[in-house]
């Protein structure tokens, strides 16, 4: 009857969940599973609310100028979808979420800008060569350096500050505006508007003069956009190849007169390619900045981890210390 009641009591101690008779590592292992079904939800929940948010977005603006943001959107998606394949990153869903609400704010933007620059540029008759290059010259400077600069605001916001923080800490604005300026704008912004603005002239130059409907203005944009990231993403060429003053060891064999200077047909030259690259120098410039701030939070945590132990050290030496002087 004992080893009955004995063995009775071993098989209710094996099945009771809070019996401490568990297996080695089994609460461990259901603690971890517990975690890991949490951070699902969470970042199920999470994914969830970034589409309500992107349909909220997309809603407000498909009100308003349906069907252009969706073009720039598919644009963006795409564009940021071959940029990660060239670069061999896998692209997440915060990839495609980031860019697909970016492409529908710019694109619903791209079609007001239209409608104002049809506005302002009614009373001119492109009737004529003349008058069509005039009526393109009359968005390019007006319109598209302000473009540019939204662009270059909105996605450093985005990118580098964070919505949440623009969102949540509102008196904060005005510096995080200053460091945009500082950081982005101001020695970047009219390096970018001259060389992007020959890469948009020829298409802008069709679309203005060729369609009335703003919808497929802006489509062709959302193409202009996609197109340039691929054309972008080709390395640059070498400097000695792309200068044949330049031979391979290095030695300048232009004309005494022109020593130290390309001549015009070279600086055309080096001047339709850069319009090219500035977007992927511009993404490298991005990576080198972001690789060096880490590096320097990484110092900076080692260097907090020394002091650390430092005083640890120091500690465990007082305390042998004053063991010492007790034993006394």
């Known amino acids: 009857m004992a080893q009955a009641a004995d063995l009775e009591e071993r098989v209710q101690d094996t099945h009771d969940p809070s019996s401490g008779s568990q297996a ?52 963006y998606v795409l564009g940021t979808w071959y940029m990660n394949r060239k670069e061999k990153k896998p692209t997440t869903f915060k990839d495609i979420y980031k860019a697909a609400y970016t492409g529908l704010l710019f694109g619903g933007l791209g079609y007001a800008m239209y409608n104002f620059y049809d506005w302002y540029s009614a ?9 069509k290059v005039a009526k393109t010259l009359l968005f390019n400077p007006v319109l598209f350096p302000p473009f540019v600069g939204a662009y270059r605001v909105f996605t450093y916001l985005r990118d580098k500050i964070g919505f949440k923080n623009v969102f949540t800490k509102p008196h904060k604005i005005f510096s995080y505006l200053g460091e945009v300026y500082e950081k982005d704008l101001k020695p970047n912004f009219w390096s970018n508007v001259k060389k992007a603005s020959l890469t948009f002239w020829l298409p802008n130059y069709l679309s203005l003069n060729y369609f009335t409907n703003n919808h497929i203005r802006v489509a062709i944009g959302a193409a202009n956009d996609l197109i340039f990231n691929i054309i972008s993403s080709g390395k640059k060429k070498d400097e000695h190849a792309e200068n044949p003053e330049h031979d391979k060891h290095g030695e300048d064999h232009s004309d005494s007169k022109h020593h130290g200077q390309k001549p015009w047909y070279q600086k055309a030259k080096d001047y339709v390619s850069n319009y090219f690259t500035w977007p992927a120098d511009e993404r490298k410039k991005r990576e080198e900045e972001e690789s060096k701030k880490k590096k320097e939070q990484e110092e900076e945590q080692k260097k907090q981890q020394q002091q650390g132990m430092q005083q640890q050290q120091i500690q465990q030496l007082l305390q042998q210390m004053g063991q010492g002087q007790g034993g006394r």
């Open 24 to 75: 080695p590592g089994h609460g461990a292992s259901e603690t971890h599973g517990q975690e890991n079904l949490e951070s699902k939800v969470q970042s199920t929940s999470s994914k969830l609310w970034d589409l309500t948010k992107l349909a909220a977005i997309g809603a407000g603006v498909l009100y308003y100028a349906f069907p252009s943001p969706l073009a720039t959107m598919a644009g």
């Open 123 to 131: 009373g001119i008759k492109a009737t004529t060569f003349l008058g």
